[in-house]
């Protein structure tokens, strides 16, 4: 198999990750930045096989659920993880348990680039400030859109294709050389595993202890039907439909209180 | 009432008096905030430059003395963090309806009716409790409701898997973040008390939270694998340890690995990366001693 990215594969892949990064397409940006599964598209495209990056990116993104980022800080950057991750897998032929072990350092690495921009903007503020006070539309333009969009390019480009273009090549090889014995089985159980703390994150994250039922509930369903195959939009409908139903009765409870 | 005012401010010229806030001033201020959002963040105003960048037009507007819009310019340039949408869109919308209330008073010379702390106050006070409603809403529930869906389209390497969750929860977002807007413009302060303690928005939040527990559960079912490959031989007969907890409870081994992970969380805080490092620790030496 050809370990080899090309130029314009690397440069176009370290491009989108520096747009969603600079968040320089508005508050679209946020699922971008949270979820891997755009990555993964663009990769797929970029590199000519949407079916493997489809089916790698949908085992990273399990490990990646629940991620929120409170305050705009997240522990890591899914998007950042993927744009490496998927290539690798891509080129290597890993199996996608597997790439979530290339994504899960990368994407720890993203998140100091991530805050690193936060401090860059630091300086961008005094600019800014300086703006507000004379009125200048213009100015504030450039300092609140434009500058920082420029900055968080600059520094994203250049650091996602060096990653690309040198290193998914080598961790491919590396990776494609191991594939198939001990650690790569240790590799594959880590992975299917991982999808548990995202799993587990989101619990917390929607919160109320009360509602742990619902996903029970939910669990042993899709368990018992499993041979069913019945697939997740008729799913959603009996959750939406149970969602009502709880609304209802508790609803009703209150009042009559 | 305004018939009623302009009879009052007699002393007051036409050029000073502050031009009326359209819905059209209003979506394209929102349009501003969602698209300026986290562009601008820095660690020490976070992204109070995009609420200034968002409310310009509207400042404008409002304000025709240059020292009073000055000062409303650089009041804006103040700390501020939140939430796109839940804090975002009703903070934009009642920000708005203050300042207005604000170039009101200022043209009628009363200018301490509504003072430019009482504004920012507002502004810091909500954004906090609105956030935190905001992230576990979108990012939290409705993001991963979506995302639910798809996940079993990409996994059968569909593009779809990726365009549906996105294009989906940008437009829903974008719609329901203007209605917060208009929100916080029409109702003032008492939009935040509508939206934290409102009967209405209480039960969609209920609702959008148990689909997004019941969402979880299907996923878990299917996509966390978690099985033993421990088997031995006993005088000829082969046991195979998944398929004994088979025939206890399917599904059982994948389920306390959640609610595992979920106990720790419970117990030491949201502590991501060390429950990242422990799982992958606890499932590499099980899986190389051959029990997974």
């Known amino acids: 198999m050809e370990h080899s990215i090309t130029v314009a594969q690397a440069l176009i892949i370290a491009l989108w990750v520096a747009l969603v990064e600079s968040r320089a397409l508005g508050y679209a940006t946020l699922n971008l930045r949270f979820s891997p599964l755009m990555t993964g598209l663009v990769v797929g495209l970029v590199m000519g096989d949407v079916p493997t990056a489809m089916i790698a990116t949908a085992s990273i993104q399990l490990i990646y659920m629940g991620m929120i980022a409170p305050g705009g800080a997240m522990p890591s950057e899914p998007a950042v993880a993927t744009a490496i991750a998927v290539p690798v897998a891509i080129l290597g032929g890993l199996k996608p348990t597997e790439a979530i072990a290339v994504a899960v350092p990368v994407g720890l690495l993203g ?9 860059l903007n630091t300086f961008i503020t005094r600019l800014t400030d300086k703006y507000a006070a004379q009125l200048n539309d213009k100015g504030l333009n450039f300092s609140i859109i434009i500058l920082p969009t420029i900055i968080s390019f600059a520094l994203f480009t250049p650091a996602m294709f060096i990653a690309l273009y040198y290193g998914t ?6 990776t494609a050389t191991l594939s198939g014995g001990r650690i790569f089985h240790i590799l594959d159980v880590i992975g299917g595993g991982l999808a548990a703390l995202g799993i587990a994150l989101i619990l917390q994250v929607i919160g109320k202890k009360k509602y742990l039922v619902f996903f029970l509930l939910a669990y042993f369903v899709s368990v018992m039907l499993q041979p069913l195959k019945i697939n997740t939009v008729t799913f959603a409908i ?3 439909i149970v ?6 009765v508790t609803g009703e409870k209150t009042e009559t209180n | ?3 009623k005012e302009n009879t009052v401010k007699t002393d007051v010229t036409l050029a000073d008096s502050p031009e009326k806030i359209t819905d059209k001033d209003l979506r394209k201020s929102w349009f501003r905030w969602w698209y300026a959002n986290e562009i601008p963040h820095s660690y020490d105003r976070m992204i ?28 804006h340039t103040q700390f501020y963090n939140t939430q796109a949408v839940w804090g975002g869109g009703t903070i934009l919308g009642i920000t708005t309806s203050l300042e207005e209330a604000r170039a009101k008073a200022l043209a009628e010379g009363k200018g301490e009716a509504v003072s430019g702390d009482v504004i920012n106050s507002t502004k810091v006070g909500l954004m906090g409790p609105l956030a935190g409603i905001g992230d576990a809403i979108d990012s939290g529930t409705v993001q991963y409701i979506l995302i639910a869906i798809a996940l079993p389209w990409a996994k059968g390497g569909s593009a779809l898997g990726a365009l549906f969750p996105w294009l989906m929860f940008v437009a829903v977002t974008y ?12 109702l003032g302060r008492s939009a935040a008390t509508e939206i934290i303690g409102g009967k209405n928005i209480r039960k969609i939040i209920d609702g959008l939270s148990v689909l997004g527990l019941f969402m979880m559960g299907i996923l878990a079912s299917s996509y966390v694998k978690v099985s033993s490959s421990l088997k031995w031989t006993i005088s000829g007969k082969e046991f195979v340890l998944q398929d004994i907890f088979n025939s206890i409870l399917p599904g059982l081994l994948p389920l306390v690995t959640v609610l595992g992970v979920y ?9 991501i990366t060390q429950a990242l490092l422990g799982l992958s620790i606890i499932l590499g030496v099980l899986a190389g001693v051959g029990i997974l």
Do not use: C, H
């Open chain 1, 111 to 119: 998140s100091y680039l991530y805050q690193f921009r936060f401090f």
């Open chain 1, 243 to 248: 969602a009502y139903l709880y609304i209802l």
């Open chain 2, 175 to 186: 719609i329901y973040g203007f209605y917060f807007t208009k929100l916080g413009y029409k």
């Open chain 2, 1 to 3: 009432m305004d018939d």
């Open chain 2, 48 to 75: 109070a430059a995009s609420l200034l960048w968002a409310i310009t037009p509207i400042l404008r507007k409002l304000y025709k003395k240059k020292e009073d819009l000055k000062e409303a310019y650089m009041r």
């Open chain 2, 263 to 271: 106990w720790y969380f419970n117990k030491k805080g949201l502590k």
């Open chain 1, 169 to 174: 090549p080598v961790i491919a090889k590396f």
């Open chain 1, 238 to 240: 009996v959750g939406a």
